[in-house]
């Protein structure tokens, strides 16, 4: 263990502030028989080394296709996007499978799909370092190291069909850690498990990150998941709209203070999405009335679309009597 602690050690320059994962305006359109579904819409998003973030948003959202393309699986139609160095749509057909073996690793929400069925726990692990050119003795015992840092060492030498989904799930991460990656993937991870198994692969998820110094990108839809890192952004309609900060405080009384607050990003072009459930109970639809006050802004309904609104409804409710 001291030796995956002393590498991971080594690994860790200090943070450079635009982020190991930098993504600017990214958009990403898919042509399927002449329909045009836009899945990235100029999406601005920022990790930095040794962060864990969750990522959550409704199904549809662009998520995995976010995923996608920062592991090097897909190509953005438009954007930037840059992890660790690697600039994600110039990079050419080689650099792109190095990039997929050695600075990024991934786990799926199929626990099938991030195993193969015929190898053990550890020769699975052991798979992705015979790209690397490490010897096989060395490959053995990293991969034993890395199945007892999650907890699954018991499960070195059976086959997945014998692991239960959690163990599986845990094995993977061992997987997608296999070369060192910079930066682990994680789309839906814990989908088809309950919550207590959830816990303990998102745990190994957590120990990755902590013990091994790998940064750590996770799709969740799992509001327990998320509330457990310190920051969670969400997608809606392709782009990202707001983030949630969760800070611990010692008071002066030793006890300690969770809090969470709630942040709109900000793109560069000084556009904001405003939470649905903002502006429906406000009214607010197309057009809003802003003030620049000496420390915030204001943003107030349009009046006149809301009279109207309220004209039409109340129309509409005396139609609903007579109908009566
Ligand atoms: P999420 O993971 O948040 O559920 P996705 O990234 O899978 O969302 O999908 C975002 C949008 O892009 C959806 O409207 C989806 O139907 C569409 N989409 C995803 N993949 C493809 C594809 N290969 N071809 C066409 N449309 C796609
Ligand atoms: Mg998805």
Known sequence: MD???????????????????????????????????????GLDLAVAQGEMIAVIGA????KSTLLGILSGQDVPTAGAAEVAGHDLLAMKRRDRLNYRRGTVGFVWQQTSRNLLPYLTAAE?????????????????????????????????????DTLSGGEQQRVAVAVANANEPRVLFAD???????????????????????????TVVVVTHDALVSEQVQRTVRIRNGRTSTEVLRRVATGEDGVEVH????????????????????TERLHMRKRVRLALESDHIGVWPDEAARRAKSEAEEAGAGGDKRAQ
């Open 259 to 278: 809090s969470a607050e709630e942040f709109a990003v900000l793109d560069g072009s000084g556009r904001l999405q405003l939470p649905g459930e903002f």
């Open 3 to 41: 030796e995956l602690r002393r590498r991971a050690a080594a690994a860790a320059v200090p943070q450079r502030e635009e982020g190991l994962v930098v993504c600017e305006n990214l958009v990403r359109i898919y042509q399927t028989e002449g329909v045009e579904v836009q899945a990235l819409q």
């Open 59 to 62: 199904s549809g959202s662009g």
């Open 124 to 160: 699975n692990v052991m798979l992705p370092m015979t790209y690397t050119g490490i010897k096989r003795s060395q490959r053995r015992a990293r991969a034993e190291e890395l199945l007892d840092l999650l907890s699954v060492g018991h499960c070195r030498d059976r086959t997945p």
């Open 188 to 214: 839906e991870p814990t989908g088809e498990l309950d919550t207590a198994t959830s816990d303990e692969v998102f745990a190994a998820l957590r120990r990755a990150n902590e013990d091994l110094g790998v």
